[in-house]
Structure formats: structure tokens, C-alpha cells
């Protein structure tokens, strides 16, 4: 089975590539449908955006697809950046600033605590349908680790002592939010193709 991945980030389609590897769901990338827009995504929610993002593609191209929608959701912050995770340190400001901005903001901080919450939306025959996966863990006060991609230097996952960025693919493609809602996706569209 084919499903395209409305996503424009790499490290998130290498991912989900990773995660359903043994699975039989074959993961198509936005390139290989010839797709290089910038897909909004407005929404005040995650579930929000990513039903928007998973629609656009849906409507322009009529294919079944999904996309994900992630964010960081800090305790002592009110959840902030949640939603808007991508750009915490304001347009066209990259991970590191985005990072950079949270441990400011974190100074101080005792409670570290934080989750990592995805919502996958899939567009299936018409209908849509949402997943989501969170993983708990703490905030950091300094980067560490070079694997990973956007905030993983300074999340550590409860139950470990070292951040996504320190853990690696391997480990975090085991425990991780998008793991999590990844394999909702799978049990459901195995449920389909058992039908
Ligand atoms: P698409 O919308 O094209 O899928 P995006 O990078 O815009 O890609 P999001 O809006 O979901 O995706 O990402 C929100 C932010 O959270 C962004 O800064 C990411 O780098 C970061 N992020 C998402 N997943 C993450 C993960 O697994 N680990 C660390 N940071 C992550």
C-alpha cells in the first residue's frame, strides 16, 4: 500500500520511513508526486494544522495522504511553544534561535518538565481520521547531542538520561511521540486492509 507524506521536512519523512520499515505501507515524499509547495498551515492547533496540511495535498493531487503536525509542549511555559514550535524565535528563524529562545526562557526554571506531542491526520477515501503521540520527558539547560533535528538536543525522554540528539535514530524511533502515533496509523490501515 502507497500513502504519501505531506511533509516538506526531511528528518520527519526519514523518520516515519525508518519507523514502518517492516511494515507494508509504502511512505511516498511530497518530490516524488512533483509537489514542492509550501503547504499552509494556519491553524491554532496541531490537529488543525495537520488536517489542513494533509487536505491541501489530498485536494490538489487526489491522493490518500497524511501529514504530521508536531509540537513541544513545556510545563512551566503554559505549553508554549506547542503550535507555534517552529517558529518560537519569530520568521524564518531556524532551530537553533528556536532552541536558543527556549532555554532563555526555561533560566531559572525548576520544573523542567515537557512533552512532545504529534498529531498524524490522514485523508482516507474521503474521510479523515487523526492519531496522535506524546512522549513525556524534561528540558535540558544546555544543548547536547548531534543526532536528531529541531529541539532533540535538549529533550530527554523520561526513563533515560540523555537527550534525543545523544540517543540517536535508533532509540528515538523506538520511545518517541512520532513513533507513537506512527503506529496508530499502522494498526489502522492494517485494520483496512484486513477488511
Ligand atoms: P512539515 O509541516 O512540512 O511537516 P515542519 O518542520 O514545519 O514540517 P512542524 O510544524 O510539525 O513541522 O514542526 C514544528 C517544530 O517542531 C519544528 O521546529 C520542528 O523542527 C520541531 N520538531 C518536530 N518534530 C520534532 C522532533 O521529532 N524532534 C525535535 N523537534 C521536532
Known amino acids: 500500500m502507497k500513502l504519501v ?41 496541531l ?24 509540537g513541544l509542549e513545556v510545563e512551566a511555559l503554559n505549553n508554549a511553544p506547542g503550535v507555534y514550535s517552529a517558529r518560537y524565535a519569530g520568521p524564518g528563524h531556524d532551530s537553533e534561535a528556536n532552541m536558543k529562545k527556549l532555554l532563555h526562557e526555561m533560566e531559572g526554571k ?4 515537557a512533552r512532545f506531542r504529534t498529531v498524524i491526520a ?22 547536547r547531542g548531534e543526532n536528531g533535528f529541531g529541539y532533540d538536543p535538549i529533550f530527554i525522554p523520561e526513563g533515560y538520561d540523555q ?3 545523544e540517543l540517536g535514530d535508533n532509540i528515538k524511533n523506538q520511545i518517541s511521540h512520532r513513533a507513537k502515533a506512527v503506529e496508530k496509523l499502522d494498526e489502522f490501515l492494517t485494520q483496512l486492509s484486513d477488511l
Not at 493531487?61 to 497524511?66: D, E, K, Q
Request: with cysteine; aromatic share 10%; glycine share 6%.
Open 5 to 45: 507524506f505531506a511533509t516538506n521536512n526531511k528528518h520527519k519523512l526519514d523518520e516515519v520511513r525508518k519507523i514502518t520499515s517492516h511494515h507494508p505501507v509504502e511512505i511516498v515524499s511530497l518530490a516524488e508526486i512533483n509537489c514542492f509547495d509550501d503547504i499552509p498551515e494556519t491553524a491554532d492547533t
Open 47 to 70: 490537529e488543525g494544522n495537520a488536517l489542513q496540511k494533509a487536505h491541501y495535498i489530498q485536494k490538489k493531487f487526489g491522493l490518500n495522504c497524511f501529514a504530521d503536525d508536531t
Open 110 to 113: 525548576e520544573n523542567r518538565k
Open 122 to 143: 490522514l485523508v482516507w477515501n474521503g474521510k479523515t481520521y487523526t492519531f496522535e503521540g506524546i512522549v513525556n520527558g524534561t528540558i535540558t539547560t544546555a544543548k
Open 163 to 165: 537527550t534525543f540528539a
